[in-house]
């Protein structure tokens, strides 16, 4: 589900593709830096989790690029959120908000309480 969030910017579910840029910007974070890209890769094969990214680009552009990520663990009726990260230059500008808040909506449409 993309979902446009302002100019040139994009709510999506995390795909293979994206996956060197979220480990890229995971390397930014010192407690995040023990998963290595073959983690994040191993996501899209567990049917608990639950990874979003912000793209900065148009959803035609081939030089969209992830500028954050999130994502949660679907365990039993609550979400576990196991990642919350944006790239060092787009910090303090509200995108790492906006990530949890998209990851809690929905959690919610999941029916998950936590």
Same mark, same amino acid.
């Given at each position: 589900m993309l979902e446009l969030i302002? !100019?040139?910017m994009i &709510?999506?579910?995390m795909k293979e593709? !994206?996956?060197e840029d &979220?480990?890229?910007i995971s390397q930014a974070y010192p407690y995040d830096s023990?998963?290595?890209r073959g983690m994040f890769e191993q996501e899209f094969h567990i049917p608990i989790s639950r990874f979003l990214v912000v793209r900065?680009?148009?959803q035609e552009s081939s030089d969209s690029r992830v500028i954050g990520y999130g994502?949660?663990?679907k365990m039993g009726d609550q979400a576990h959120i196991v990642h919350l990260a944006v790239e060092p230059g787009w910090r303090r500008q509200g995108i790492g908000s906006l990530i949890l808040h998209e990851l809690l909506r929905r959690?919610?449409?999941e029916k998950l309480s936590k």
């Open positions: 302002a !100019d040139h &709510v999506d579910h593709k !994206d996956v &979220v480990w890229s023990r998963w290595t900065h680009g148009t994502g949660y663990w959690a919610k449409e």
